[in-house]
């Protein structure tokens, strides 16, 4: 197993590479290139510029005797434009050249040595909170889903314009405004797309992809739906354990896998994210680690901190599956609280990803880990 962190980049992360290399463990630098929109091509000269950051050492770092390194093994993510998702032609650009665009995209990952792509398959919008900085009794903030407040929502607009205020100005994938723009539109183009006709759309994607993934060694890694159900009368089809499987299916190559992420797949009722670790080990590429709490039998949840016991995930019994199969993958912490310092008015970090708490999650989740892999 290569423990990862997320980290958005030079000027993007309120984070720094060496804030990241004083975490015991991490070994992978999870990254992006957050100034690209869903569709675009990403260009050999920029993917090895980003790479050579994060698997490099800066003059300060040799001027002080640092030597501690990354790998920039695994991308996440390379969004899916949404004509891919809805087989329509979408903001000016058809599914085809969309798809060239990805094709091409991997390869140029493949050829600069990346490992894994996370991608989501989800409609419209990325993960989806009501609330970026919510209060735990403990003092420190959560992100947060009030299952009643979206219950409510006729319009998914409102829903776009808090969240766009909540993050602190700071870019937060899948959710950019110049895409959201277009609501109206999308709104439009999803009308009378069913499950069975998505997984269809599905299809086309993997079937473009996968062959270029199997030639450059490039693991694509689809992350489940955040939170795993439908919204907004759209369809998601990577929420259920079932639903997983038919993704895997659409597509046998085992270049077609998952980029697990246990905090989402828990947050629809009945999933069991240890099940769902056992049964599609052979397929998981990349996996999230975190806990979350729900609150009421609507399923509002908070996200808690790491430990099994702080939540209703088993962050015990997912870690010691992985250790017990000698998962070769990567995993990271996924999203944290905000403590201490970071919990200000005048210091807000990106929703989700601040410091502390996930380089607390990781502690806790290598501690299951060499548990159970001592002396094996
Ligand atoms: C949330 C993340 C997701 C994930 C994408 C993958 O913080 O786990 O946004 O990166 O869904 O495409
Ligand atoms: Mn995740």
Not at 27 to 38: D, F, G, N, P, R
Not at 131 to 138: E, G, I, L, Q, T
Request: hydrophobic share 35%; charged share 25%; proline share 5%.
């Amino acid at each position: 197993m290569k423990m990862g962190f997320r980290w958005y980049g030079e000027g993007n992360d309120t984070i720094s590479l060496d804030d990241i290399r004083q975490i015991p463990g991490v070994e992978t630098i999870v990254w992006s290139l957050h100034h690209k929109q869903a569709g675009e091509l990403w260009e050999p000269g920029e993917i090895e510029a980003e790479m050579e950051k994060i698997t490099g050492l800066s003059r300060y770092d040799r001027e002080h005797g640092i030597t501690k390194t990354f790998n920039a093994d695994v991308v996440e993510s390379v969004n899916v434009h949404e004509s891919i998702k809805t087989g329509k032609t979408m903001l000016g650009m058809s599914r085809d050249e969309a798809l060239d665009n990805y094709v091409k995209t991997i390869e140029n990952l493949g050829k600069a040595g990346v490992k894994v792509v996370t991608y989501n398959f989800m409609p419209v919008f990325d993960w989806l909170r009501t609330d970026m900085f919510h209060p735990s009794p403990d003092g420190s903030t959560a992100l947060y889903y009030d299952a009643h407040k979206v219950a409510e929502l006729t319009d998914p607009q409102k829903l776009v314009d808090e969240t766009l205020e909540g993050a602190n100005g700071l870019t937060m994938p899948g959710w950019e405004p110049e895409r959201l723009a277009h609501l109206p539109e999308f709104i439009e183009a999803y009308r009378g797309i069913d499950h069975d006709k998505y997984y269809e759309n599905y299809k086309v994607f993997l079937d473009a992809v996968i062959p270029t993934c199997e030639k450059y060694d490039v693991k694509l890694a689809v992350h489940p739906d955040d939170p795993a159900f439908d919204l907004f009368g759209w369809p998601r089809v990577v929420s259920s354990k079932e639903g997983i499987q038919r993704v895997l299916d659409l597509n046998p190559s085992p270049y077609n896998g998952l980029c697990l992420c246990l905090g989402s797949f828990s947050s629809r009722r009945g999933n069991d994210p240890v099940d769902a670790v056992k049964t599609f080990m052979d397929r998981i590429h990349f996996s999230h680690v975190r806990n979350i709490k729900f609150l009421d039998e609507a399923g509002s949840f908070s996200e808690v901190g790491h430990r099994a016991s702080e939540g209703d995930v088993d962050t015990v019994g997912i870690m010691k599956a992985y250790a017990e199969a000698d998962y070769q993958g990567y995993i990271r912490p996924d999203h944290g609280r905000h403590l201490w310092d970071e919990n200000t008015p005048e210091h807000k970090p990106r929703p989700g990803y601040g410091l502390y708490d996930r380089a607390l999650g990781i502690q806790y989740l290598l501690g299951v880990w060499d548990t159970v892999r001592y002396g094996k």
